[in-house]
């Protein structure tokens, strides 16, 4: 929402007052009118120049018109060119479109514009690098452009190129390959030409090979597997020898075999058997225990492969490709990774790079363990430049935001418990799979309200919440910039309490008022109408005044946001001015202004031959004007301004104040403690039995909305029609019966009498 400095007389103002004679310079009287005056017709000025946009960009429309207009816009052709509400154009194709620009503005005549919009092609790049081949080597092209390409190879017995840009590699030479990029609606066709180099197979990296012995010495520990000495256990097995015992064979001589019986000692081969001496052999394979220790990996080269494209683009992490050959299992994290320039872009210990601007780097790649096992040797390293790019989001360039609701001044942005909106839908640059493409969305308090990946919006519990919007990628070439926008959402219904809260005086405002007023009488070269008219009497300031004109104000505004005014005591054409009684009114939504520039709007009371009347009645003495707003972070902002004007000051009790005031009494009592103005004892003790009424039952007028929810009810409003008859020269208030009147009040109305 744009904001609005000082609010001319938008809307028109409501007098219904009777009004005092005014005498004109010439000697005729003007006769006594009830109206609504509408200010004359003025013609809204509109200026707006030709435009020239790129296919898939957006540019602005400077369109200039007077403070105020309300400006739309509408597009000859769709398939050319788009307008959204706030004038941005998009190109969609090739030709040329009218956009018609439409002013409005309450109380001028409305001014339309045609200007001509001329949508034209952007050129686009194509991506690609020289190649070195092997022969045999296959590898992508790797090119890049904005629409579909073709390859063709000037060589293809030495490298071929098929359709998707995979190149074959033949025999040694070199050839070019051609990459055209079609046109297309948006973009004019491109082509570049790259070489490709192919040679003979050679190792790819640097090896030391000398070395690498030394690397495989920790293989040559199986020394211990001489175990299979062990295995010389074999010699127990000459036990056969006590079996070539033929000596117990000679038992025969003693019958005595028991001896042979002996033969217990040949069958101490068991002994040979018992060579668990040879099953000794798990001493070797105590050796696994000593290779059960983490096994040392030596890298033994390391390099960074090229690839097709080694070009880093912002907002896209990308791996290092780092390759290497070692002696045993070796991960990336077996590495040291270094950045030359961390502005430009970061790298992490897994070797991912992240790039943060348009730049070159070179990212350097250390092995954490020595080349080989001997002692002091280095450890391999290795190092490759990048060039990091910008490729930045141009769908948002024009920005990023949320949508307002047409009414946010009078009703903000809100969203109901439980209710799910969302505020872009409608605008011409959104759609759910762009919002999740180049968007992200979050909510300052998802306890309140939550927002998804898409821009949803659902209420969840009452109160405040901020959203924040930001594009993932940059929306400028240099990579650099990002945009975002935050805006502010109330939660449920608003309720009386919440309004009543809220509502301000600005005191400074008022007190303008009531000196801009006294200068238009007294100087009638000073006024914009009437300045054939004399001078008029200046007004006295009078506080007895100002509580009256403070409630009417305030329940004005309570009304436009909470709904209750009935049709009789509502205006029809601006609520926020509505009164009764011997009042003024004029009020508007969107005021920037405060203090003395705000007050300096009471001149519209000078604008119309209703309130100019009323305003130099000279039997009116007195007055006050109040000046009450509202407004909260969702962007309501609503000010009402009533002048409450009479012959004598604190004459009035406060019955009188409540009845004059068409307005519930609970209302008027709440509104004066909020903004802390004294009220009588004595003077409330009139109950709401005692409040005459002349309907037959009393009007609902809203409710606050909360858990328990309060009726708050009014007279109905036949009572003014006996205000719209009062004599001319008398204070418009009505007076209580007099057994229901104390004596103080029954002499003072003698005194306004007289």
């Known amino acids: 929402m744009k904001s609005k400095k000082l609010k001319t007389l938008a809307v028109a103002v409501v007098l219904s007052l009777t009004i005092g004679a005014v005498p004109p310079v010439t000697g005729t009287e003007i006769p006594m009118i009830t109206t609504t005056v509408e200010a004359a017709a003025k013609k809204v000025s509109l200026k707006a120049s030709n435009k020239k946009v790129y296919a898939g960009k957006t540019v602005k429309i400077n369109a200039k018109a007077t403070r105020g207009a309300k400006l739309s816009y509408k597009t000859s052709n769709k398939k050319i060119a788009t307008v959204n509400s706030k004038g941005v154009i998009t190109g969609k194709s090739a030709g040329t479109a009218k956009i018609t620009i439409t002013a409005k503005k309450s109380k001028y005549k409305t001014v339309k514009k045609t200007i001509t919009v001329k949508v034209v092609k952007q050129n686009q790049k194509i991506t690609a690098s020289n190649v070195t081949l092997t022969i045999g080597q296959r590898k992508n092209l790797g090119a890049k452009a904005r629409t579909p390409m073709i390859y063709k190879s000037s060589k293809p017995k030495v490298v071929t190129v098929d359709k998707k840009g995979n190149l074959r590699a033949l025999k040694t030479g070199t050839a070019k390959i051609t990459i055209s990029a079609k046109a297309s609606g948006i973009y004019n066709k491109a082509s570049k030409t790259i070489a490709v180099t192919v040679s003979k197979a050679v190792a790819s990296k640097p090896i030391t090979p000398t070395r690498k012995p030394e690397a495989s010495k920790p293989t040559t520990t199986p020394v211990p597997t001489k175990v299979p000495e062990p295995t010389k256990a074999p010699e127990p097995t000459k036990a056969p020898e006590p079996t070539a015992t033929p000596e117990p064979t000679k038992a025969p001589e003693p019958t005595a075999t028991p001896t042979p019986t002996k033969t217990p000692d040949p069958t101490k081969a068991p002994e040979p058997t018992a060579t668990p001496v040879p099953t000794k052999a798990p001493e070797p394979t105590a050796t696994p225990t000593e290779t059960s220790k983490p096994e040392v990996s030596y890298v033994t080269a390391l390099y960074i492969e090229k690839t097709a494209d080694d070009t880093l683009y912002v907002g896209e992490p990308k791996d290092c490709n780092v390759k290497w050959e070692s002696t045993g299992n070796t991960t990336r994290k077996d590495f040291i990774y270094e950045s030359s320039d961390t502005s430009i872009a970061t790298v992490d210990e897994n070797g991912t790079i992240t790039p943060l601007k348009a730049g070159k780097v070179t990212i350097t790649v250390t092995s954490k363990t020595p080349f080989a096992s001997s002692k002091g040797a280095d450890c391999l390293s290795t190092s490759k430049k990048y060039t990091v790019k910008a490729q930045y989001n141009d769908e948002y360039a024009g920005g990023v935001g949320f949508k307002d609701p047409e009414d946010v001044a009078t009703k903000g942005r809100n969203v109901g418990i439980g209710e799910t909106i969302n505020p872009n839908e409608g605008i011409s640059e959104y759609s759910p799979e762009k919002a999740e493409k180049y968007l992200t969305f979050s909510s300052s308090n998802p306890s309140v309200a939550t927002i998804d990946k898409y821009g949803n919006i659902t209420g969840v519990s009452k109160g405040y919440v901020t959203f924040t919007v930001k594009t993932k990628l940059p929306v400028d070439p240099t990579g650099t910039y990002y945009k975002e ?10 309720t009386y309490e919440e309004i009543l809260n809220g509502l301000t005086m600005d005191t400074v405002a008022g007190q303008a008022a009531h000196e801009v007023m006294n200068d238009l009488r007294q100087n009638p070269d000073h006024r914009n109408f009437f300045k054939d008219y004399p001078s008029y009497p200046t007004r006295e300031w009078a506080d007895d005044m100002l509580r009256s004109a403070t409630a009417r ?59 100019f009347g009323n305003e130099t009645d000279p039997s009116d003495k007195y007055e006050a004007i109040a000046v009450v707003q509202y407004k909260n972070a969702a962007g309501v902002n609503l000010t009402s301004m009533i002048v409450q004007a009479g012959q004598y000051t604190g004459k009035a009790s406060i019955t009188d104040e409540v009845r004059i005031s068409c307005m519930p009494e ?19 003790t009139t109950t709401e039995e005692e409040v005459p009424s002349d309907g037959e039952n009393e009007a609902t007028i809203f409710t606050d909305g909360s858990t328990d929810t309060v009726d708050i009810t009014a007279p109905a409003e036949t009572a003014d029609a006996g205000l719209q008859e009062e004599t001319e020269g008398v204070e418009e208030i009505e007076i209580a019966p007099e057994e229901e009147t104390d004596v103080d009040a029954v002499s003072d109305v003698d005194e306004i009498i007289e």
């Open 666 to 684: 609970s209302q008027y009592y709440d509104i004066c403690n909020h903004f802390g103005f004294d009220i009588d004892d004595k003077q409330m």
């Open 485 to 494: 926008d935050s805006v502010t959402y109330h939660v449920g219904d608003y």
């Open 553 to 611: 104000a305030s329940r004005n505004i309570m009304c436009v946001i909470l709904g209750g005014w009935n049709e009789n005591e509502m205006s029809t054409i601006n609520p926020l001015a509505s009164h009764k009684g011997n009042l003024n009114g004029y009020g508007g939504d969107g005021w920037e202004a405060t203090g003395e520039e705000l007050g300096k709007a009471a001149s519209v009371f000078f604008e119309d031959i209703g309130h």
